[in-house]
């Protein structure tokens, strides 16, 4: 008991820690979020039944370079045009991006929580590993 009276800080900075950094990875589990690489978005865009492709970044950041195919949609303004976005792409797979897969992943959860039926997914690395594995973007 006396190593939890001394230690009870450094335990309190280590669940803040997982908190912070963990939750929405493990929530986005829980809900269904698929991880998926530039490679596999690039494919996917390529064929037949290409996925919509939102962009969560702020505009100023979508117009400094975006994925030709995206649809600008800041995470701020996500919540409220979840269901409409949805709703003009029925049955439509979602894939969500963002500069490097942070705040996509919480788009993610946010769009899988209004459409249990489709799939989501979080493009991991976002549209900094998209540039650097040489993939087109627009402006």
């Known amino acids: 008991m006396t190593w939890l ?25 829980w809900v269904g979020v698929e991880q998926i690489s530039v490679h ?31 649809l600008l949609v800041p995470l701020s303004d996500l919540r409220q045009r979840a269901e409409a976005l949805l709703q003009k792409n029925p049955g439509r797979d979602v894939a969500v991006i963002c ?3 942070n705040r996509s992943l919480k788009g993610s959860i946010i769009l899988k929580r ?16 998209w540039r650097s594995q040489g993939f087109p973007v627009g402006q």
């Open 99 to 101: 500069q490097s897969g």
């Open 114 to 129: 209004h459409a249990e039926t489709i799939r989501v997914y979080n493009v991991a690395g976002g549209t900094s590993t």
């Open 40 to 70: 596999d978005l690039a494919a996917k865009l390529a064929g037949d039944a290409p996925p919509l492709l939102v962009d969560v970044r702020s505009p100023r950041e979508f117009n400094a370079g975006h994925v030709r195919q995206a």
């Open 5 to 29: 009276q001394t230690n009870w800080p450094l335990l309190l900075v280590l669940a803040l820690f997982s908190y912070l950094f963990l939750w929405d990875r493990l929530e986005a589990r």
